[in-house]
């Protein structure tokens, strides 16, 4: 038997603020002039402007300010690293405490979520039609954009539910479901026609869609977990799919007590965390380079710590050992730091010889994403497997725009850079469709 | 260590920290508990007149973190029998010999019910009367306090039939409700009294609750002018009491004040010191924080005259005041520039949206290869802690187009990060009154006055 997990063990997180807090905390920001907050925000959220909303009662003016620049305000809110944007940058940061900018912004769309009020209409048509790929934040965010504008949109989505990883694939300890499909209601509520279960490449393709709209969209994110290509990989369990199943059927996760997590980026510390939460005993994250190397931020590290995973550096796993169709262990090789590679980190290689065995009864992946198929299948130019696009988020093919998780080929992917992306696409979709008529 | 006590007009404390007359002093047990905590001497709230309360009495004025910038209230004086307060004030006296035991009193404009009230407070033992003329709600409606306070005759008759019977030093407290605080003041001198306090509370009404469009506090759906005390009111009273110390009259009579208003930490009571004070009372900050903030009050206070090389309280009554003139007497040739320590500044642009937008625009942005940048200019697509902090850009004053108005200095939230820095200006110091007798032509003609602004190299940015 496992430890039972407690019943609070996935709910979010962080409490929302009371009005007290949220009054008190609004009032400490001093108000920046041209603030370097809102510099940092990839979406350049006013902050200063809906902090003071706040702390002078016009709530609905602040949520206004937030989704005036972010139309997933509220996804953002709980999502961001805020440690390396916003409130990284508050100038209170270095010697007091910064500004809680983030759960700020959660109390102003919270309260804007209970009083069910929209706070945008859709423009006069335009008569034009834009097709969007994948209901993810890039995908809402270009189509909330474009109708916004008065564009007629169809936003194309694969799965039964929008919302991308807000939906799938952030653990509910961030993120609670709801919230992304609040969201989703909302894009829908200003005019954003959805066809839900349609996988674009198939039925339709990418060209059906050229023929029957004026511009596209892609915002296809990324596809499914890395292979590790190691005897006895069927046994290991897919990390994205570990965190889908503990966000739509919890009871259904059955949990280690003994996990082994590989990899040390975002997706493993959550996968990690879930294992502690819901009742493993002992979780180790395994790593083939150091702490330094983490792709987590270090408030990630920090945090999952401190929830009692302990991690093992610079081994890489071999071989899966099972038995009667359970895992027994992972077989590992001790690594050493090469010389850096192309990401610029140092490369590493195997000792020779230097094998463990490392016991376990469950062993979960989360080495980093695919592309999907379909980037491969559209013909577009590509930029390490993203696909490529200028400075006006337009992909090799004319009319063809693309945002979010696919065309990130550098930097860390963020839900808040997806949503700048669709923005930022939606207003040259709008621009090239008012002028070239 | 530095000696805080007083005597003020004869009547002695250990520290100059009286409570004012008000809700902390209307009970002999708070008062009693009051100088356990270590109060030089209490005004017992105002006796007099039979009164009857509301609830909902007080309002506040909250200003960002602040719950209680101030105060404001509608209560009477107190609605306590005035059998019961007067034994209580004996046997606090009794109890506490070293201590200041002041009673405040207000009754109906009759000689008699003065004479009346007086004796009875004299036979208490207490060590001295207040005058209550300032309370500026109901009982002004009849015909009492500010209603007294405002007319410096009725100040005066009232003064006098006090002196008639008084045999303990008696104090005027004054109202801040009126164009001239020196008018009553000069009343209660010529009318005898031996020392002033000031100043009772301020007219306000502290707003109006915009749900249900009621006066806040509403008492039943109703609301009124109210008395407005505590930090917020502190200038104020220290204006008032500097024009006191000014006049030729009060000063002349060597009157001693008792000053208040707003008083909360040891740096503003040195300040009423500094301005002629020698004695201080509380209200709004014991109000908010219980009688417990007196240690600091002394505490800080010793420090600082220690540190100053104050020995006794006499020595800094009054010291500051030689520095306070009228505006004609300001040396128009005295020139100061803002210049920013870049070491502590933050770079919160507050200093610079403050003058572009209302002084002199003379703020200036600069980029980290020291070119003028204006605000917002980065690309849409640029993010994170890293970019932001590193592109933000240094705020430097163009010291030659500064007017030294000190605006910035006021808003930068940072600590000494802006100094105002006093520079020569390369005019001999001349005031306005000295300019405009030799040159009456500058006051009342522009082209008079732009011609000696030339000649002066006096630029206006
Ligand atoms: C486990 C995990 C945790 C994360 N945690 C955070 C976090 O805390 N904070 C943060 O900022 N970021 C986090 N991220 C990253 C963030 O979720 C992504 O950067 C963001 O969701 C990218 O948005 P997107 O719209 O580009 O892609 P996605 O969210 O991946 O959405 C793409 C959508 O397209 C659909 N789609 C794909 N192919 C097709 C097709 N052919 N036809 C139709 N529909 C299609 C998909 O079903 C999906 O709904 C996390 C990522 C993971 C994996
Ligand atoms: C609630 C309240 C009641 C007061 N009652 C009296 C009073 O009865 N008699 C009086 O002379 N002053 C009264 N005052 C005025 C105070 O004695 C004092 O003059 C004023 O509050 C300024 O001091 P502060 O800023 O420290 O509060 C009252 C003030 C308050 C806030
Ligand atoms: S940097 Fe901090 S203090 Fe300045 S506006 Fe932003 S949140 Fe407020
Ligand atoms: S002193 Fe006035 S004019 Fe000079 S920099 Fe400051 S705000 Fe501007
Ligand atoms: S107000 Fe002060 S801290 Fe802020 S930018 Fe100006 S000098 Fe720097």
Redesign the interface.
Known sequence: MINKPSPHALQELLPPLTVNEAI?ES??C????????T????T?IDIPKFIKKI?TGNLLGSARTILESNLLGATCARVCPV???CE??C??G??HKPIAIGRLQRHAMDNLKGNKIDIFHPANSTGKKVAVVGAGPAGLSCAGELAKLGHSVTLYEKRELGGGLSTYGIIVLREPIEVALTEVAMIQRLGVRIEIGKEIGIDPTVADLQENFHAVFIAIGLGHTRALEIPGEEYVLDGLEYIERSKLEPSQLRVGRNVIVIGAGNTAIDCATLARRLGAERVTMIYRRTEKEMTAYPHEYDFVKREGVTFRFLVQPTKVHHENGGVKALECVRMTLGDPDCSGRPFPKPVPGATMLLRADQIVKAIGQNKTSLISTLNLKTEGGFIHINSDFETSSPGIFAGGDCIRARGSASTV?AV?DGK?AARSIHQRLVNHG | MADLSVNFSGIRSPNPFWLASAPPTNSGAQIHRAFENGWGGAVWKTIGAPVLNVSNRYGAWRY??EKMLAINNVELISDRPIEVNLREISDVKRAWPDRAVVVSAMVESKPVAWHDVIRRIQDTGADGIELNYGCPHGMSERGMGSAVGQVPEYCEQITRWVMDVAKIPVIVKLTPNISDIVMPARAAVAAGANALSLINTVNSIIGVDLETLEITPSIGGRGGHGGYAGPAVKPIALNMLAALGRDSIVRGSGLPISGMGGISTWRDAAEFLLLGASSLQVCTAVMHYGFRVVEDLCDGLSNWMDEKGFATIPQVVGRSLHHVTDFKDFDLSFKAIARIDQDKC?????C??ACNDSAHQCIDLFDKHGIASP??A?D??????L???S??PTVVVREEDCVGCRLCFNVC?VENCIHMLQVPSGRPSVTWEELTQKQPEVAEDWKQMERYRKKMGIQIH
């Open positions: 008190t009032a400490r001093i108000m920046c002039f041209d603030a370097p907050c510099h940092a925000c990839p350049h702390s440690q390396e944007l990284g940058a100038v209170l270095s010697e850079m700048q930022l | 960002g973190n933050i770079r919160c642009e507050l610079y949206v605000p917002t980065y849409q697509s640029s993010n994170g802690k970019e932001a902090i592109t933000r939230p």
